[in-house]
């Protein structure tokens, strides 16, 4: 599975963006979906997941209410809806699938994507 995820850009603080992780190759919809952001000198963090089967979704306390991860298994293709952006959401977004579950850890992650730069001005 190869993961290419789009969308990034610059947004001023109070906006919005969303952005897509395209799927390709041996996709199922087993898979589960994820989110993370990396700032430089920190660590990976977590930010949304939306779990196979079922679609239950799950976010990190400092996005939620404020971002919707969902996922178009015809398009084979996960979204991150981000409202009310921040700038402490600045940050190179990845995505990520794991059967199942992706963990909130990140480690053991089954695949990742490429990142894609979210910039969000104050």
């Known amino acids: 599975v190869q993961l290419q995820a789009s969308g990034g850009g610059l947004v001023q603080a109070g906006g919005s963006l969303r952005l897509s992780c395209a799927a390709s190759g041996r996709t199922s919809s087993r898979y589960g979906m994820g989110w993370f952001r990396q700032t430089p000198g920190k660590e990976r963090e977590f930010v949304a997941r939306?779990?196979?089967?079922?679609?239950?979704?799950y976010y990190a306390d400092s996005v939620k209410g404020r971002f919707t991860i969902s996922r178009d298994n015809a398009k084979n293709t996960a979204y991150l809806q981000m409202n009310s952006l921040k700038p402490e959401d600045t940050a190179v977004y990845y995505c990520?699938?794991?059967?199942?579950?992706?963990?909130?850890?990140?480690?053991?992650?089954?695949?990742w994507g490429s990142g894609t730069q979210v910039t969000v001005s104050s």
């Open positions: 939306i779990d196979a089967p079922g679609g239950r979704t």
């Open positions: 990520a699938a794991d059967l199942g579950v992706v963990p909130i850890s990140g480690k053991g992650v089954d695949h």
